[in-house]
């Protein structure tokens, strides 16, 4: 297993990690709240939904503005980026939808995680140096 290069660099991945599994779930909760706020025709519901969305899409900003910060440290390809790139045969995407959010949550839940782009397994943990 590959460490990372610095302190920093955990630092900065589990941050991003995290960030991103918050969009995930601001999401979630937006799409939950419009759904029962046209459902219950619950006017409350509606406008928490359309502040939440506002706040996603302001998070959403900072974290594409932000994604290209991290890179992995053998293959140099952004790990948060949604590049075209070949993904590798041992990576697989989580619930078969998105391998960001396979690699967010090996980071945040597991403390490893595994490269899409050349397969090699990484600590979200350790760094080589201090």
């Not at 589990?14 to 029962?36: D, I, K, M, Q, R």
Request: glycine share 6%.
């Amino acid at each position: 297993m590959h460490l990372q290069r610095s302190a920093k660099e955990v630092r900065t991945l589990t941050a991003s990690a995290c960030h991103f599994l918050f969009n995930v779930s601001l999401g979630s909760a937006v799409v939950v709240l419009l759904s029962y706020g046209f459902y219950r025709d619950d006017r409350t519901s509606m406008i928490w939904a359309a502040s939440l969305l506002g706040l996603w899409f302001l998070s959403m900003a900072v974290f594409f503005a932000r994604r290209l910060v991290l890179r992995c440290a053998l293959c140099s390809v952004p790990l948060w980026s949604g590049q075209k790139c070949q993904k590798h045969k041992k990576a697989k995407p989580a619930l078969g939808v998105s391998y960001r959010l396979g690699v967010a949550s090996g980071v945040v839940f597991k403390g490893h995680y595994r490269c899409p782009y050349c397969g090699e397994p990484f600590s979200a943990r350790k760094s080589r140096r201090r």
